[in-house]
């Protein structure tokens, strides 16, 4: 049985929050470029552009970068997975990189999209944000902003739906199929 563990405010009070502490850390918006992980966390980026905005007064870059070609899973999965948007608005180099995403799992797909990053140039900082992280870490990666911690079991999954590609804005957790 899903249980909604984020309706539409609830998501925009904390994508509220996460933008002010983004501004507050990083002492305004210079040299930040917020770039998103498709498909959600692209969503997300974008809306966390439009909130900076609406704070600071000032729109930064965003953009989003695909992790697909990177992930260590390639080769087991049966299904090869199709690219996403890969959209770098500008050089990387000696910017402050805003990675988000929608859920924080075992860390693989972050681990992913640093190296994809990584392609572009050298970054000053790389930070993540997330709307959920659920915890069950594989590799040491920890997010700076986080929406809503959501304890899960392995038996449980967590699906974000968002207005543009869902046509709602909810969290769920629902058991897992195997």
Same mark, same amino acid.
């Given at each position: 049985?899903?249980?909604?563990?984020?309706?539409?405010?609830?998501?925009?009070?904390?994508?509220?929050?996460?933008?002010?502490?983004?501004?507050?850390?990083?002492?305004?918006?210079?040299?930040?470029?917020?770039?998103?992980?498709?498909?959600?966390?692209?969503?997300?980026?974008?809306?966390?552009?439009?909130?900076?905005?609406?704070?600071?007064?000032?729109?930064?870059?965003?953009? !989003? %970068?695909?992790?697909?070609?990177?992930?260590?899973? $390639?080769? +087991? *999965?049966? /299904?090869?997975?199709?690219?996403?948007?890969?959209?770098?608005?500008?050089?990387?180099?000696?910017?402050?990189?805003?990675?988000?995403?929608?859920?924080?799992?075992?860390?693989?797909?972050?681990?992913?999209?640093?190296?994809?990053?990584?392609?572009?140039?050298?970054?000053?900082?790389?930070?993540? !944000? %997330?709307?959920?992280?659920?915890?069950?870490?594989? $590799?040491? +990666? *920890?997010? /700076?902003?986080?929406?809503?911690?959501?304890?899960?079991?392995?038996?449980?999954?967590?699906?974000?739906?968002?207005?543009?590609?869902?046509?709602?804005?909810?969290?769920?957790?629902?058991?897992?199929?195997?």
């Amino acid at each position: 049985m899903k249980k909604i563990m984020m309706d539409d405010k609830a998501i925009d009070r904390a994508l509220a929050r996460v933008a002010h502490e983004i501004i507050e850390r990083n002492r305004g918006t210079d040299k930040l470029v917020i770039l998103g992980i498709p498909t959600r966390g692209y969503h997300l980026a974008m809306r966390l552009q439009n909130k900076i905005e609406e704070i600071e007064g000032v729109r930064p870059l965003a953009g !989003a %970068v695909d992790a697909t070609l990177y992930r260590d899973d $390639l080769g +087991i *999965k049966k /299904d090869q997975p199709s690219l996403k948007k890969m959209d770098i608005p500008i050089s990387i180099d000696g910017k402050i990189i805003i990675m988000v995403d929608d859920v924080l799992f075992t860390g693989r797909t972050t681990r992913a999209a640093m190296n994809a990053l990584m392609d572009f140039g050298r970054p000053l900082s790389i930070q993540l !944000a %997330v709307l959920v992280d659920r915890g069950h870490r594989e $590799l040491p +990666i *920890k997010a /700076d902003y986080v929406g809503k911690n959501i304890p899960t079991s392995k038996k449980e999954g967590v699906k974000v739906h968002l207005e543009e590609t869902d046509g709602i804005n909810e969290v769920v957790t629902e058991p897992a199929i195997d």
